[in-house]
């Protein structure tokens, strides 16, 4: 397999997208005993052509002979390693209001490797107390609390006000990734690659469907 | 403006995609009371190129004389119709748990033309009572109480078990469109879209990039 460190440039963000599809049913297959697949029933079962799970799979290495089909544990130690998530990785939350608390008890995270570590709100009835076993900082210490946890990642889900200001402050304080689920667009500053989840703009794309395509 | 009627063969999903983009951000300028933009500085904001903008807004049709800049409100008005969002429809959420409770008060969706008019649970606890002013049923009434609330969308934060049928059910009554968070992919049966929501898949994404992609 060919070394990691000369992949970016070869992975479209399409193909990374992808992965962690091919990720979940592989790790559905490997949980029901399955110890091998072929190109073409994995393709079936993730909704993509057989060529184009082929290519993706290659941009990543080879999994050598394959006659008796991709060998799935293997297939899965090598995504979680593209993705750094062979080893949990620390999170950090902002925000324990409806969404951030239903993001410290969603058990997609944990599952794939990633652990909120730390939180923080700007409420001093929240500040202090403990939610789902973290305690809740104040957004005014992010600078001094987040390196005790090694953080290199953020979820956002407090309110809209400063919204921007915040993404510039984790960036200072060493966050490299942010997943925004707050409803405004935010962009990240030099060296900070930002995520915004935008939940009604997948209505949006369905209303529109609904209306003028047809399911395939 | 050509008859929206025969555009759905016109506009790609990514241009969609974008469209709820352009329609934030559009909206933001319209609060702030700014009546024409031009296409260069509304691409700055959204962060495409101006040609990829001006390909997009041309393909559901053309704004007139825009040597003035694109009508901020007409703009609104358009990309709304487009998704049917131009009056509030009404969607259906199954699971009222820790994220279906957060999406329950996600403001995003009625500021955006969807009302969650209805809620449904499986937990005996959970039926009979309101939450956020809607009164939750239980699942086996799913096919007496969604035509009551005219529903062809429907929101899943419910539990693993049995989503597949589920999904399927609500195909049968009447369901045209899924917005699934549950962290297991589900797929629509024949006339039935389905968006899987896949948090985890935005952080592994996110944590490539911090691996081995820079940000831009």
Chains 1, 2 share one sequence.
């Not at 405004?184 to 030099?190: E, S």
């Amino acid at each position: 397999m060919m070394g990691m460190e000369k992949m970016e440039k070869k992975i479209p963000l399409q193909t990374v997208e992808r992965m962690s599809l091919y990720r979940r049913i592989l790790e559905e297959l490997h949980g029901k005993g399955v110890a091998n697949v072929y190109s073409h029933q994995l393709a079936e079962m993730v909704h993509v052509s057989p060529a184009q799970l082929r290519r993706d799979l290659a941009s990543f290495g080879s999994f050598g002979n394959i006659s008796r089909g991709y060998p799935v544990y293997q297939m899965i130690v090598t995504i979680s390693r593209l993705f750094g998530t062979d080893t949990l990785q620390n999170v950090a939350l902002v925000g324990v209001g409806n969404l951030g608390r239903a993001l410290l008890f969603y058990r997609g995270f944990e599952e794939r490797g990633f652990h909120i570590a730390v939180v923080f709100d700007i409420d001093s009835e929240k500040v202090g107390r403990v939610f789902a076993g973290r305690r809740c900082h104040h957004i005014q210490d992010l600078e001094a609390v987040l390196p005790d946890y090694s953080i290199t990642m953020a979820i956002l889900a407090c309110g809209q006000q400063n919204l921007q200001s915040m993404v510039n402050r984790l960036g200072q304080a060493g966050v490299r990734s942010v997943l925004n689920f707050v409803p405004k667009q935010v962009h990240g500053p030099a060296g900070v690659n930002v995520e915004n989840v935008d939940f009604a703009a997948r209505l949006e794309k369905l209303s529109f469907l609904n209306r003028f395509g047809s399911a395939r």
